[in-house]
């Protein structure tokens, strides 16, 4: 399976940006699809998942509402809206997919996903 991100830049506080994520090759593959997050010196940390099949999605719990993680009516391409950007959302932004099953309590640990892309770049100033 393949993953590549796109829609990452550089933006002001307060603006939006829609990351995607293009998925080709063994749909079996990529059942589950997230969304990381890291800075360098941190931990890659989950900022959303979805289930393709089903529709679930899972977000951790400090969530505050601003990221928002869809589909295309395929199921080849996954999004993340992100509204109202602050400073602290800077990072560089990974897909990840995995088949699965990923349940509640793994879906946003960097250890489920077998499958990476090379990340986009979010800069908010």
């Known amino acids: 399976v393949q993953l590549v991100e796109s829609g990452g830049g550089s933006v002001q506080a307060g603006e939006s940006l829609r990351l995607s994520c293009a998925a080709s090759?063994?749909?079996?593959?990529?059942?589950?699809l997230a969304w990381f997050r890291q800075v360098p010196g941190k931990e890659r940390e989950g900022v959303a998942a979805?289930?393709?099949?089903?529709?679930?999605?899972w977000y951790p719990d400090s969530a505050d509402g601003r990221f928002t993680i869809s589909q295309d009516n395929a199921g080849y391409t996954v999004y993340l809206q992100m509204t109202s950007l602050k400073p602290e959302d800077s990072a560089m932004y990974y897909c990840?997919?995995?088949?699965?099953?990923?349940?509640?309590?793994?879906?946003?640990?960097?250890?489920?996903?077998?499958?990476w892309g090379q990340g986009t770049q979010v800069t908010v100033s």
């Open positions: 990840a997919a995995d088949p699965g099953p990923v349940g509640r309590a793994i879906a946003l640990q960097r250890t489920t996903y077998r499958y």
């Open positions: 090759g063994d749909p079996y593959i990529r059942n589950y």
């Open positions: 979805i289930y393709l099949l089903g529709g679930h999605t």
